[in-house]
């Protein structure tokens, strides 16, 4: 089983408050990824975790949070969305640093 | 700096044909890694296979086969027979070692239109 979950799928926001979103793997990867996807762009790596670590891209530091409680559990948390955070959020999980990475469906978010 | 090029934005093919869709990539790393995905209609990005820049097999897996050229920066992804449920947006994409950077490099995808 190659499945990477992930809920919502659709989430709606009002600008100014937060967000969580929720993602679960059974494949017993140590690694979890977060990535925002616009439309006509490729996904844009937002942090991920090499097992209990977290690493995040310097350009998005400050505006997004994760946890990962379990090796099956990832979440990604928005303080304060903004209308720029609209978009689909992907996760997706990998046995190995350098390995393929599989994705899940994705959350649209919608910052209103 | 490492960039993934695939210049064919759209192909189309009939059913139970061979189809070979190309990426060139540019990394001044010595090892990395290679990958093909899928864009599905719904959305969702699937993996396909994998090459290892350090092997000198073509990767296969199913239907999906590489055409490795190192020497070119290039990695081919060829499908046989073609089906048309084949049809959907290939990604190539890199992965670097010791650039620094943690991003999987992606393509701008190819259209895969498969006719019956």
């Known amino acids: 089983d190659t499945t990477v979950k992930q809920n919502p799928r659709y989430k709606l926001a009002r600008v100014g408050k937060p967000v969580n979103l929720i993602c679960s793997q059974t494949m017993n990867h140590d690694t979890m990824y977060w990535y925002q996807k616009k439309p006509n762009q490729a996904p844009k790596l937002l942090l991920f975790?090499?097992?209990?670590?977290?690493?995040r891209e310097a350009d998005t530091f400050e505006k997004f949070q994760s946890s990962r409680p379990n090796n099956s559990f990832c979440s990604l948390y928005i303080g304060s969305a903004g209308l720029e955070y609209s978009a689909m959020y992907l996760c997706?999980?990998?046995?190995?640093?350098?390995?393929?990475?599989?994705f899940g469906p994705g959350t649209r978010l919608t910052v209103l | 700096a490492q960039k993934v090029t695939q210049t064919q934005t759209s192909i189309s093919v009939v059913e139970k044909t061979t189809v070979t869709m190309d990426c060139v990539y540019e990394?001044?790393?010595?090892?990395?890694?290679l990958f093909w995905y899928k864009q599905t209609a719904s959305g969702e990005i699937v993996f396909l296979i994998r090459q290892d820049s350090y092997k000198k097999e073509n990767a296969t897996v199913g239907h999906y086969s590489l055409n490795f050229q190192k020497p070119k920066s290039s990695i081919g992804l060829i499908i046989t027979a073609t089906q048309i449920e084949d049809s959907a947006v290939y990604f190539c994409a890199m992965r670097e070692v010791s650039s620094g950077s943690w991003q999987l490099i992606f393509g701008s995808g190819t259209q895969l239109t498969v006719m019956p």
């Open positions: 975790y090499y097992d209990k670590i977290l690493n």
């Open positions: 997706a999980s990998s046995r190995g640093y350098y390995a393929e990475q599989f």
């Open positions: 990394t001044r790393d010595s090892s990395y890694f």
